[in-house]
């Protein structure tokens, strides 16, 4: 009698809960697991050492049945581009042994995707370097150990990025990202109201600006990355600067022991500078919450120009129209008399170029992954990140290509009439600017995060705005108009890239800026 | 003389009546204008273009209110839509939204009905408690519970499962469904209405609780039925929060229609200048709704005041 | 009948009395009972095999296999384990730290999750809690059919129990869903995010091994909230107080704008003689109809920086530069943000409330117009001292719901305002209403025991509100008296 029904149905749920935990796939756990005979024998999987794509000839091989997927997420607007890429490769390998899915993400969120259930996240994924060491701290990637990927990484790419794609895993360095986009900010202007020579100097924009009764120039987002033209600005004739960030560093709990520093008087200076200029009715323009866009539309006439990457291309094409966009380099602006004042390291006069991070795109791999593909992943991504691969993206979906002297190839395809004079420009200009950035240091999830989308640039927008920070709170920066009050809040800025929280409180004396 | 005093009394009154009229009038036109304008912006956007006829850009989010050019090219560039690599999109947006709101409707109404029953008609030991702990239970925002829930799915295959990723539409459909019957306060309140005593001669007549709610109680409540079958309807086509986390990022083949008009709008995918075919799609989405709203009117009425007025 | 004779019966016993008398049942039912009872005990379903009711002793023996084998065999779902191994894992003391690294094959193990150590673990008890369950009906079924042997009566057979289903036991059919339903989905997955109040889970700053591992610790969180250390006390202790009293002012003027809107509009549209009502009310719905991420979209647009709006003003000279309404940017104003949402809010709210009292204005009993009449008062005093006392008293319990409904209003203003403007240093912005932080602090941030903190805060007031005015209700005390 009694609760029949009630039996009934917790029978069911009971019933299927255990079944399908029975059926919970095999990467999920986390065992050293009993199938480590069949693939992962690195010895004879490695048939492709002779270097990457074509080496392996049809006739050579033998081919291996179809034994599963690797699941690989790259970039929306690159998913069909290697979707192609990838079955072309399929059908070239026999011997792979694998089909593979490719799926485009979010770019935006991918990282939080990944992190909040790795296990069912793609095999490989692809993220900016900046989110390895968050992604190897939350083990969602697992290292690259193939001697050939090892190699080709070394040999293709340049030092700036090698310094990034490291990480610690269990006490030990490992190579964890594979670059293979490239990406740093440059200007996208409109040309109908700019002049060539007016887009080199902040100063130029500023007198089209007055000429149109709009902004000069505004920014994707106001948050470390966008805004890292103003902080990682550099001396125009020697490429110089007192920024440091994580120099010689390594992580340690409770922050880095490296050295960073901000409130240099160069610093201090260009901090003053964007103020005024900032405060100038046709100067700096925050992000708009419409969208830079919107500010861009010729339409609209927000602002003549605005400093983004590769990937703003279709939408700045979009907004201004082919034939009016216009694409430079980051410009350079003059310090004047009154942002130099009472500071000894620089002088009025003095022209600085707005910095970059020039960051890449790495492929990773998914430490949930099941280790029999761990061998054919690399294979994979090898071949993925080969130069003809990179070379090929930027023919068809216009990433600019990570690799030492892309450069060449770049200038080649233009000269050859392969691409636009914008499509171009825009790679172009990025491999310019790279040489005036530095690739986003990275160290924890909670140091980068705090300087580069939380506190970081919050403080820089309070001081560019001269107001307080924070409104309410512990450490209260009272004004930041003088160069006392500026130093302050470069002082959080720095102490924030060091600890990843905000200091207590001020010291007495700020530690003298080296 | 007394009857043409009260005459002029009445025409007096009668004027003031028409002015008082006229005045309501006035004012009822205001606020309609009022509460049209930002509807009618978003189905003027659906067909605003975005292309000068010479083929130029003219870009999406603009300053004027009526669009210069008016064309359906937005509701063709939103079904031949490929997002995020999922060719026509939109419309498999629609499909399995669809599924999910009619299957979660059947379950749903179920729930509520059969709890809102129990509780109002049957004594029974554990009646009141119940009713404190669904009224407590209720009070935590239901995102807090998201990321247990997704493991909970995740653990029996309906979510989160990259072989079968259209297993997660199952986990929705029990993610949102499972809550129903908590919320069975409105039914509640429309049953309490029903005389006891029909339940009572019932029963001496031998009739069986089953029979009494099949045969006299089911048939009373149309009202409440076509209410809490319109809300669990509506339900799907308007979260946003649950179903991407659910369905997962990785599948926007099997997002909701909600999700994917976001999505147009607030992520990475948005660097396209959706903003038209977005208002589009809000059109497409909200005529059926609008529709269902407009027939099924008296009935939400009545469920409304069932809920919210029980003396 | 019966049951309405019992239960006043059972309720005078006081709750020592019946604790005792449950266990007295106990041992009454293991000495008394029959071998097949006793077996029952251990064997599920033994008692029913032994009155050879086999269906239901068979069911009774499924349950209890699948329940042990779950316990014993602990399935395991992203490498965490259910079963026994999940209960003891609730401590948290056996999690650990992987990381190991081999070359060639990959990870050889990972780092504990810690938060589904926790989730599992409640799972794991409420699995207990359903053997028990079901244990005592086991038993209790069994000795039933000892007790009907010894009067003589037959065992009840499968089908019996399936008619009693329809009849008395109709509630245990109706409800047994809903409660299954809602304790897997709803009940254990909000006292696991309770639990982690008592945590320090917090996935932006865990230690540098990984963001799995945490560990309970106690009311140090509490403790924070007053000294305003860590992060969570930071938040916490400065931005509760200006979050809950902005909850309070938007969920007052909210209700009450909506509430006497809605009441006023429903008069204009059912004044007598006035043509199109029909057409008009349809108008007003379409706001009701329109799911809320469209129309507050729509208005967040409108109101853009390029909206017409905007464009609007500065077309005309009202402003130079574009007005931030909805607090979208960093330094927009907070008062005007928080003005605009109550004001959209209306647009939104004041038809749900046109809707229902439109039906209770048309039966407001025709007399007491009548004697309002003869005694010579006007429209309006009329309005003040019939219809508007009629309507409030009609709707009081609706002004309460839509009260504790407009505190939880996460469309209106996530829509809207997105919290904004924000505060640097800070998760909850100016016009963050409780809920509202509640998500950007647990999904968007994921510091999950300050969500838990301020959850456990919020609860404790909606409750409070809640429970005493539901309480005081018509509806609850006098809940009997219309039947």
């Given at each position: 009698?009694?609760?029949?029904t009630?039996?009934?149905?917790?029978?069911?749920?009971v019933?299927?809960l255990?079944?399908?935990?029975?059926?919970?796939?095999p990467?999920?756990?986390?065992?050293p697991?009993?199938?480590?005979?069949?693939?992962?024998?690195?010895?004879?999987?490695?048939?492709?050492?002779?270097n990457?794509?074509n080496?392996?000839?049809?006739g050579?091989?033998?081919?291996?049945?179809?034994?599963?997927t690797?699941?690989?997420w790259v970039?929306?607007?690159?998913?069909?581009?290697?979707?192609?890429?990838?079955?072309?490769y399929?059908?070239?390998?026999?011997?792979?042994?694998?089909?593979?899915?490719?799926?485009?993400m979010?770019?935006?969120?991918?990282a939080?995707?990944?992190t909040?259930d790795?296990?069912?996240?793609?095999?490989i994924?692809?993220v900016?370097?900046?989110n390895?060491?968050?992604?190897?701290?939350?083990?969602?990637?697992?290292?690259?150990?193939?001697?050939a990927?090892?190699?080709?990484?070394l040999?293709?790419?340049?030092a700036?990025?090698?310094?990034?794609?490291?990480?610690?895993?269990?006490?030990?360095?490992?190579?964890c990202?594979?670059?293979?986009?490239?990406?740093a900010?440059?200007l996208?202007?409109?040309?109908?109201?700019?002049?060539?020579?007016?887009?080199k100097?902040f100063e130029g924009?500023?007198?089209?600006?007055?000429?149109?009764?709009?902004?000069a120039?505004?920014?994707?987002g106001?948050?470390?990355?966008?805004?890292?033209?103003?902080l990682?600005?550099?001396?125009?004739?020697?490429h110089?600067t007192?920024?440091?960030?994580?120099?010689?560093?390594?992580?340690?709990a409770?922050?880095s022991k490296?050295?960073?520093?901000?409130?240099?008087?160069d610093?201090v200076a260009i901090?003053?500078?964007?103020?005024?200029?900032?405060?100038?009715?046709?100067?700096?323009?925050?992000?708009?919450?419409?969208?830079?866009?919107?500010d861009?539309?010729k339409e609209?006439?927000g602002?003549?120009?605005?400093i983004?990457?590769?990937?703003?291309?279709?939408t700045?094409?979009a907004?201004?129209?082919?034939?009016?966009?216009?694409?430079?380099?980051?410009?350079?602006f003059?310090?004047?008399?009154?942002?130099t004042e009472?500071?000894?390291?620089?002088?009025?006069?003095?022209?600085?170029?707005?910095g970059?991070?020039a960051?890449?795109?790495?492929?990773?791999?998914?430490?949930?992954?099941?280790?029999t593909?761990?061998v054919?992943?690399?294979?994979?991504?090898?071949?993925l990140s080969?130069?003809?691969?990179?070379?090929?993206?930027?023919?068809?979906?216009?990433?600019?290509?990570?690799?030492?002297?892309?450069?060449d190839?770049?200038?080649?395809?233009?000269d050859?009439?392969?691409?636009?004079?914008?499509q171009?420009?825009?790679?172009a200009m990025?491999?310019?600017?790279?040489?005036w950035g530095?690739?986003q240091?990275?160290?924890?999830?909670?140091?980068n995060t705090?300087y580069?989308?939380?506190?970081?640039p919050?403080?820089?927008?309070?001081?560019?705005d001269k107001?307080k920070?924070?409104t309410t709170?512990?450490t209260?920066?009272?004004?930041?108009?003088s160069?006392a009050?500026i130093?302050?809040?470069?002082?959080?800025?720095?102490?924030?890239?060091?600890?990843?929280?905000?200091p207590?409180?001020?010291p007495?004396?700020?530690p003298?800026?080296? | 003389?007394?009857?043409?005093g009260?005459?002029?009394?009445?025409?007096?009154?009668?004027?003031?009546r028409?002015?008082?009229?006229?005045?309501?009038?006035?004012?009822?036109i205001i606020?309609?204008?009022?509460?049209l304008?930002?509807?009618?912006?978003i189905?003027?956007?659906?067909?605003?273009?975005?292309?000068?006829?010479?083929g130029?850009?003219?870009g999406?989010?603009?300053?004027?209110?009526?669009?210069?050019?008016?064309?359906?090219?937005n509701?063709k560039d939103?079904?031949?839509?490929t997002?995020?690599?999922?060719?026509?999109?939109?419309?498999?947006?629609?499909l399995?939204?669809?599924?999910?709101?009619?299957?979660?409707?059947i379950?749903?109404t179920?729930?509520?009905l059969?709890v809102?029953?129990?509780?109002?008609?049957?004594?029974?030991?554990?009646?009141?408690p119940?009713?404190n702990?669904?009224?407590?239970?209720?009070?935590?925002?239901?995102?807090?519970?998201?990321?247990?829930?997704y493991?909970?799915?995740?653990?029996?295959g309906?979510?989160?499962?990259?072989?079968?990723?259209?297993?997660?539409?199952?986990?929705?459909?029990?993610a949102?469904?499972a809550g129903a019957?908590?919320?069975?306060?409105?039914?509640?309140?429309f049953?309490?209405?029903i005389?006891?005593?029909?339940?009572?001669?019932?029963?001496?007549?031998?009739?069986?609780?089953?029979k009494?709610?099949?045969?006299?109680?089911?048939?009373?409540?149309?009202?409440?039925?076509?209410?809490q079958?319109l809300?669990?309807?509506?339900?799907?086509w308007?979260?946003?929060?649950?179903?991407k986390?659910?369905?997962?990022a990785?599948?926007?083949?099997?997002?909701?229609?909600?999700?994917?008009?976001?999505?147009?709008?607030?992520?990475?995918?948005?660097?396209?200048?959706?903003?038209?075919?977005?208002a589009a799609?809000?059109v497409?989405?909200?005529?059926?709704?609008?529709?269902?709203?407009?027939?099924?009117q008296?009935?939400?009425?009545?469920?409304?005041?069932a809920?919210?007025?029980k003396? | 009948?019966?049951?309405?004779?019992?239960?006043?019966?059972?309720?005078?016993?006081?709750?020592?009395?019946?604790?005792?008398?449950?266990?007295?049942?106990?041992?009454?039912?293991?000495v008394?009972?029959?071998?097949?009872?006793k077996?029952?005990?251990?064997?599920?379903?033994?008692g029913?095999?032994?009155h050879?009711q086999?269906?239901?002793g068979?069911?009774?023996?499924?349950?209890?296999?699948?329940?042990?084998?779950?316990?014993?065999?602990?399935?395991?779902?992203?490498?965490?384990?259910?079963?026994?191994?999940?209960?003891?894992?609730?401590?948290?003391k056996?999690?650990?730290?992987?990381?190991?690294?081999?070359?060639v094959?990959?990870?050889?193990?990972?780092?504990?999750?810690?938060?589904?150590m926790?989730l599992?673990?409640?799972?794991t008890?409420?699995?207990?809690?359903i053997y028990f369950?079901?244990?005592?009906?086991?038993i209790?079924?069994?000795?039933?059919?000892?007790?009907?042997?010894?009067?003589?009566?037959?065992?009840?057979?499968?089908?019996?129990?399936?008619?009693?289903?329809?009849?008395?036991?109709?509630h245990v059919?109706?409800?047994?869903?809903?409660?299954?339903?809602?304790?897997?989905?709803?009940?254990?997955?909000?006292?696991?995010?309770?639990?982690?109040?008592f945590?320090?889970?917090?996935?932006?700053?865990?230690n540098?091994?990984?963001t799995?591992?945490?560990?309970?610790?106690?009311?140090?969180?509490f403790?924070a909230?007053f000294?305003?250390?860590?992060?969570?006390?930071?938040?916490?202790?400065?931005?509760f107080?200006?979050?809950?009293s902005?909850?309070?002012?938007?969920?007052?003027?909210?209700?009450?704008?909506?509430y006497?809107?809605?009441?006023?509009?429903?008069?204009l549209?059912?004044?007598?003689?006035?043509?199109?009502?029909?057409?008009?009310?349809?108008i007003?719905?379409?706001?009701?109809?329109v799911?809320?991420?469209i129309?507050?979209?729509?208005?967040?647009?409108?109101?853009?920086?390029?909206?017409?709006?905007?464009?609007?003003?500065?077309?005309?000279?009202?402003t130079?530069?574009?007005?931030?309404?909805?607090?979208?940017?960093?330094?927009?104003?907070?008062s005007?943000?928080?003005?605009?949402?109550?004001?959209?809010?209306?647009?939104?709210?004041?038809p749900y409330?046109?809707l229902?009292?439109?039906?209770?204005l048309?039966?407001?009993?025709?007399?007491?117009?009548e004697?309002?009449?003869?005694?010579?008062?006007?429209?309006?005093?009329?309005?003040?001292?019939?219809t508007?006392?009629?309507?409030i008293?009609?709707t009081?319990?609706?002004?309460?719901?839509?009260?504790?409904?407009?505190m939880?209003?996460?469309n209106?203003?996530f829509?809207?305002?997105g919290?904004?403007?924000?505060?640097?240093?800070y998760?909850a912005g100016?016009t963050?209403?409780?809920?509202?932080?509640?998500?950007k602090?647990?999904?968007?941030q994921?510091?999950?025991n300050?969500?838990a903190?301020?959850?456990?805060?919020?609860?404790?007031?909606?409750?409070?509100?809640t429970?005493?005015?539901?309480?005081?209700?018509?509806a609850?005390?006098?809940?009997?008296?219309?039947?």
């Amino acid at each position: 009698m009694k609760k029949l029904t009630a039996i009934l149905l917790m029978l069911a749920m009971v019933v299927s809960l255990f079944s399908a935990c029975g059926l919970t796939d095999p990467n999920a756990t986390a065992t050293p697991a009993q199938n480590n005979n069949s693939q992962a024998d690195p010895g004879n999987t490695n048939p492709t050492q002779n270097n990457n794509t074509n080496a392996t000839t049809a006739g050579s091989v033998t081919p291996v049945p179809i034994q599963g997927t690797i699941r690989l997420w790259v970039g929306d607007e690159s998913a069909e581009f290697y979707q192609k890429i990838c079955n072309q490769y399929v059908q070239d390998h026999p011997d792979f042994g694998y089909e593979i899915e490719v799926k485009g993400m979010d770019t935006g969120s991918v990282a939080g995707t990944i992190t909040n259930d790795p296990s069912a996240a793609a095999d490989i994924y692809t993220v900016a370097h900046d989110n390895i060491g968050k992604l190897v701290s939350t083990q969602c990637a697992k290292p690259i150990t193939d001697q050939a990927l090892i190699d080709q990484v070394l040999a293709d790419n340049p030092a700036s990025f090698q310094n990034v794609i490291y990480s610690t895993v269990g006490g030990k360095q490992y190579l964890c990202g594979v670059p293979y986009i490239s990406q740093a900010l440059f200007l996208y202007y409109n040309k109908a109201l700019v002049t060539d020579e007016q887009a080199k100097t902040f100063e130029g924009l500023q007198e089209a600006a007055k000429a149109a009764g709009t902004k000069a120039i505004t920014v994707t987002g106001d948050d470390g990355f966008n805004m890292s033209f103003a902080l990682l600005a550099t001396k125009a004739s020697d490429h110089s600067t007192t920024v440091k960030i994580y120099q010689g560093a390594e992580a340690v709990a409770g922050g880095s022991k490296g050295t960073s520093n901000c409130q240099g008087d160069d610093t201090v200076a260009i901090v003053r500078w964007l103020q005024a200029f900032a405060a100038d009715p046709n100067g700096f323009k925050w992000a708009s919450p419409d969208g830079w866009d919107a500010d861009l539309n010729k339409e609209n006439k927000g602002v003549l120009a605005v400093i983004g990457g590769a990937w703003h291309y279709n939408t700045a094409k979009a907004a201004l129209g082919e034939t009016n966009l216009g694409i430079a380099m980051i410009p350079t602006f003059t310090l004047t008399a009154e942002a130099t004042e009472g500071l000894s390291g620089v002088s009025a006069g003095d022209v600085y170029r707005g910095g970059t991070f020039a960051d890449c795109k790495c492929f990773m791999i998914n430490a949930y992954s099941d280790q029999t593909k761990y061998v054919k992943e690399q294979e994979l991504i090898r071949y993925l990140s080969s130069k003809e691969v990179q070379n090929q993206s930027y023919l068809e979906v216009l990433n600019v290509p990570a690799y030492v002297g892309a450069a060449d190839f770049i200038k080649q395809c233009y000269d050859e009439g392969k691409v636009t004079e914008s499509q171009y420009n825009l790679a172009a200009m990025q491999v310019s600017m790279a040489e005036w950035g530095i690739p986003q240091p990275f160290l924890t999830g909670t140091l980068n995060t705090y300087y580069y989308s939380k506190n970081g640039p919050a403080v820089f927008r309070a001081m560019i705005d001269k107001t307080k920070y924070p409104t309410t709170g512990d450490t209260i920066l009272a004004e930041t108009e003088s160069v006392a009050g500026i130093r302050k809040g470069l002082y959080l800025i720095e102490y924030l890239w060091m600890h990843g929280v905000n200091p207590k409180s001020f010291p007495a004396t700020l530690p003298d800026p080296a | 003389m007394s009857n043409s005093g009260k005459k002029i009394k009445y025409k007096s009154q009668s004027r003031s009546r028409r002015v008082s009229l006229g005045v309501t009038y006035l004012i009822l036109i205001i606020l309609s204008v009022i509460w049209l304008i930002p509807l009618l912006w978003i189905v003027l956007s659906a067909f605003r273009c975005q292309y000068h006829p010479d083929g130029t850009f003219i870009g999406t989010v603009t300053s004027d209110y009526f669009p210069k050019y008016v064309g359906l090219k937005n509701f063709k560039d939103l079904f031949s839509m490929t997002f995020a690599g999922v060719p026509n999109a939109f419309g498999k947006w629609v499909l399995n939204t669809l599924i999910i709101a009619i299957v979660c409707c059947i379950i749903s109404t179920f729930l509520v009905l059969s709890v809102g029953y129990c509780m109002s008609k049957l004594k029974f030991k554990l009646r009141k408690p119940f009713m404190n702990i669904s009224m407590i239970i209720g009070l935590f925002p239901s995102f807090m519970s998201m990321i247990a829930i997704y493991f909970l799915l995740k653990s029996i295959g309906l979510t989160g499962n990259p072989e079968h990723p259209e297993y997660s539409i199952i986990g929705l459909i029990l993610a949102y469904s499972a809550g129903a019957g908590l919320g069975f306060q409105i039914a509640k309140g429309f049953f309490d209405v029903i005389p006891n005593a029909l339940v009572e001669s019932a029963k001496l007549d031998g009739c069986t609780s089953f029979k009494i709610f099949r045969q006299i109680i089911l048939p009373l409540a149309k009202p409440i039925i076509i209410y809490q079958a319109l809300m669990s309807f509506t339900g799907p086509w308007m979260d946003f929060i649950f179903a991407k986390v659910i369905i997962g990022a990785d599948n926007p083949r099997y997002w909701t229609v909600s999700v994917g008009l976001y999505s147009m709008l607030f992520s990475a995918f948005a660097d396209k200048n959706l903003f038209t075919q977005f208002a589009a799609g809000c059109v497409i989405v909200a005529i059926p709704i609008v529709t269902l709203f407009m027939f099924l009117q008296k009935y939400y009425v009545e469920g409304v005041t069932a809920g919210a007025v029980k003396g | 009948m019966s049951s309405k004779t019992k239960v006043p019966k059972k309720n005078k016993l006081s709750l020592p009395e019946r604790i005792g008398k449950a266990f007295s049942n106990f041992g009454k039912r293991f000495v008394d009972g029959s071998l097949g009872t006793k077996l029952s005990h251990f064997i599920f379903g033994a008692g029913n095999f032994y009155h050879k009711q086999y269906i239901k002793g068979f069911l009774f023996l499924v349950i209890q296999v699948a329940i042990l084998a779950f316990m014993i065999l602990c399935p395991e779902v992203n490498g965490t384990p259910y079963g026994w191994k999940a209960l003891r894992n609730l401590s948290l003391k056996y999690a650990t730290e992987g990381s190991e690294f081999d070359p060639v094959l990959g990870f050889v193990s990972f780092n504990s999750d810690c938060k589904l150590m926790v989730l599992f673990g409640f799972v794991t008890i409420a699995v207990v809690a359903i053997y028990f369950l079901v244990w005592n009906m086991n038993i209790q079924s069994s000795y039933k059919a000892d007790m009907d042997k010894k009067i003589g009566k037959k065992p009840t057979t499968f089908t019996e129990d399936l008619k009693e289903l329809l009849d008395r036991k109709f509630h245990v059919l109706m409800l047994t869903p809903t409660c299954i339903a809602a304790t897997v989905f709803t009940l254990l997955p909000t006292i696991f995010m309770i639990s982690l109040a008592f945590s320090t889970y917090n996935q932006q700053f865990m230690n540098e091994n990984g963001t799995n591992l945490f560990h309970w610790n106690g009311l140090e969180n509490f403790k924070a909230v007053f000294t305003g250390e860590g992060i969570l006390g930071f938040e916490i202790r400065n931005r509760f107080l200006p979050v809950l009293s902005w909850t309070f002012i938007w969920a007052i003027f909210a209700t009450l704008t909506c509430y006497f809107g809605g009441i006023i509009l429903a008069l204009l549209i059912n004044k007598k003689g006035l043509k199109g009502k029909k057409f008009f009310r349809t108008i007003f719905i379409l706001t009701i109809a329109v799911p809320q991420f469209i129309s507050l979209l729509a208005v967040r647009n409108l109101l853009g920086e390029y909206g017409p709006i905007n464009s609007l003003l500065m077309n005309i000279g009202a402003t130079t530069q574009p007005i931030g309404f909805l607090g979208l940017k960093p330094g927009d104003s907070e008062s005007l943000a928080k003005f605009m949402v109550i004001m959209i809010n209306m647009w939104v709210g004041i038809p749900y409330t046109m809707l229902m009292t439109s039906g209770i204005l048309m039966n407001i009993p025709a007399d007491l117009y009548e004697a309002g009449r003869v005694d010579g008062a006007s429209t309006t005093k009329m309005f003040f001292k019939i219809t508007l006392p009629y309507v409030i008293f009609i709707t009081t319990p609706y002004l309460i719901s839509s009260f504790v409904g407009n505190m939880n209003a996460f469309n209106s203003i996530f829509l809207l305002t997105g919290g904004g403007p924000t505060y640097t240093g800070y998760a909850a912005g100016g016009t963050d209403l409780l809920v509202t932080w509640l998500y950007k602090v647990t999904i968007d941030q994921g510091w999950y025991n300050t969500g838990a903190v301020i959850g456990i805060f919020t609860f404790l007031i909606t409750a409070t509100i809640t429970l005493v005015t539901y309480r005081r209700s018509k509806a609850y005390n006098e809940e009997d008296t219309f039947q």
